[in-house]
C-alpha cells in the first residue's frame, strides 16, 4: 500500500499541532511540523546576525541551515547544524519575526523541498501540519484538513498554552499578535495561507481536542 498522507493547514491556535500529534500517533503515521522548520530557519537567521527584515539578507542565505525534522510523533526534535532548537524557535523574537522568514521565496523553496522528501520516505504515512500543506507543499495528499476557530477561541488557547509562564500577554494582545500573523502569511505572495478547494473544513472553537481528533481519524479511515 501507498504511503497515507494527511495535510493539516490553518492559522495558530486553532489547536493544529496538538490535534496533528495525536492523529499520527493514534494511527500509527510520522509528524512533521513545518511551521517548526520556519521558525528553525528564522532562528539560525538571528543567531547569525542577519537582518529578518531585509529579504535579500534572508534569501541570500536561505541555503545556509542545515534544518533536520523528527518526525516521531512523541518527540518531534528539529535541529539546525545539529544543535538541538526544539526549545528556542518558541520565544518570542523567532515568533515575531518568522512571517518576514517565511515570505521569502527562496526560504520557502527549499523548506518545501524538505517536507516533501521528509513525505515521500514516511512509512506507513505521515500528518503534515502547516500553512500550504494541501495546497502547495502536497496537493495530492490523501486526506486535507483546513482547522479554523474564533479569534476568541483561538487567542484564549494560545494563552492557556502559556499560563504560568513570567509576563504571559493579555487576551487582547494576543488576539492582535495572532491577528497580524495571520494577516502577513495570508497577505503573501509566495504560497499564503489558504484553505484547499478539496479540503475538509473544521471550525473547532466549540469543539474539545478530542472530538477534533476523533473526526479526523474518521475521515481517514473512510479513505483507506
Ligand atoms: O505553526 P507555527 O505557528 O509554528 O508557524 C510559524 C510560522 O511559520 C507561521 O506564522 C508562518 O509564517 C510560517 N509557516 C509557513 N508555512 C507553513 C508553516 C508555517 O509559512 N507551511
Known amino acids: 500500500t501507498p504511503a497515507l498522507i494527511v495535510a493539516i493547514d490553518g492559522p495558530s ?30 532562528w539560525w537567521m538571528l543567531r547569525n546576525g542577519i537582518d529578518t527584515a531585509d529579504p535579500a ?31 528556542p524557535i518558541r520565544g518570542p523574537e523567532v515568533t515575531g519575526a518568522v ?23 514516511a512509512v506507513p504515512g505521515i500528518v503534515v501540519e502547516g500553512r500550504d500543506i494541501g495546497t502547495t507543499v502536497l496537493p495530492d495528499a490523501d486526506l486535507k484538513i483546513f482547522l479554523t476557530a ?14 504560568g509562564t513570567t509576563g504571559a500577554p493579555t487576551l487582547e494582545a494576543t488576539r492582535e499578535a495572532l491577528a497580524r500573523r495571520d494577516a502577513a502569511d495570508s497577505g503573501r505572495a509566495a504560497s499564503p495561507l489558504a484553505k484547499a478547494a478539496d479540503a475538509v473544513e473544521i471550525d473547532t472553537s466549540e469543539l474539545t481536542l478530542e472530538q477534533v481528533i476523533a473526526h479526523i481519524i474518521t475521515l481517514v479511515e473512510q479513505r483507506r
Open 13 to 42: 491556535g486553532t489547536g493544529k499541532s496538538s490535534t496533528s500529534r495525536a492523529v499520527a500517533a493514534r494511527l500509527g503515521l510520522r509528524y512533521l511540523d513545518t511551521g517548526a522548520q520556519y521558525r528553525a530557519a528564522t
Open 99 to 121: 512571517s518576514a522568514v517565511s515570505a521569502v521565496p527562496e526560504i520557502r523553496a527549499r523548506i518545501t523541498e524538505l517536507q516533501r522528501s521528509v513525505a515521500r520516505s
Open 150 to 163: 474564533s479569534p476568541e477561541a483561538r487567542a484564549a488557547r494560545r494563552n492557556g498554552e502559556l499560563a
Open 57 to 87: 539578507a534572508v534569501a541570500a542565505a536561505a541555503g545556509k541551515p542545515e534544518i533536520v525534522s523528527g518526525t516521531d510523533p512523541a518527540h518531534p526534535a528539529i535541529t539546525v547544524d545539529g544543535a538541538d532548537v526544539s526549545g
